[in-house]
DNA sequence: CGGGTTTGACCTGCGC
DNA sequence: GCGCAGGTCAAACCCG
């Protein structure tokens, strides 16, 4: 691996995110990440815009290899969550981040658990996305899998919302991710 | 038997 | 208002 050079998520012909792309990069990952996971809300916040027609800003980095994940920051992507909404009550909206992969697996090994709760048909995406929830009591966390279309390689993880836990298992590997991500990030800014 | 997955139905937001 | 697409629920199912 040699250079990562960086590249934008491929805009999607779909006309619900024509919108432009203004992003940010996330300029380092704090190692607390695999401890206390303060990190996914201390995103600067932004306007959004598409990303494979989500409501989610993004910057795509990529990587080569397998496991090596390409960090993709949603500058201020909020999303909807509505858990027990009453009606009246205003939305709660988190950040999500994103990690291109390119791997021949779906699924990174996070050191979380992860429960899947749903699975969908994506428009202009051959492949389903998967939702997945952490299982630990009382976090409330979820990413999405989805694999891209335009290239079966390249599989989209993204997270939502911060783990309020330790890591339930060995994150050897979640930490070799992240490892990667801390150098490439220094690309980016 | 407990925990995770599958899958169709349902809900909601958004664009036209 | 309607239809579409994304997101979630939950019952049935599967597996260790």
Redesign the pocket.
Known sequence: MEHYPPILFPPQPS??SSSSYSSHLITHLPSNMLSNNQVFGSLPRNNSSGLL??REDAKVLSLEGHGAPQMESFGGAE????AGRKKGEK?VRRPRFAFQTRSQVDILDDGY???????????NNKFP?S??RC?HQGCNV?K?VQRLSKDEGIVITTYEGMHSHAIQKSNDNFEHILNQMQIYSSFGV
Request: charge should be positive; proline fraction near 0%.
């Open positions: 006309s619900s027609g989500l999303n909807e969550v509505n939305k658990r992860w429960r899947k709760y749903g699975q969908k048909a994506v428009k996305r939702y997945y299982t979820k999405q």
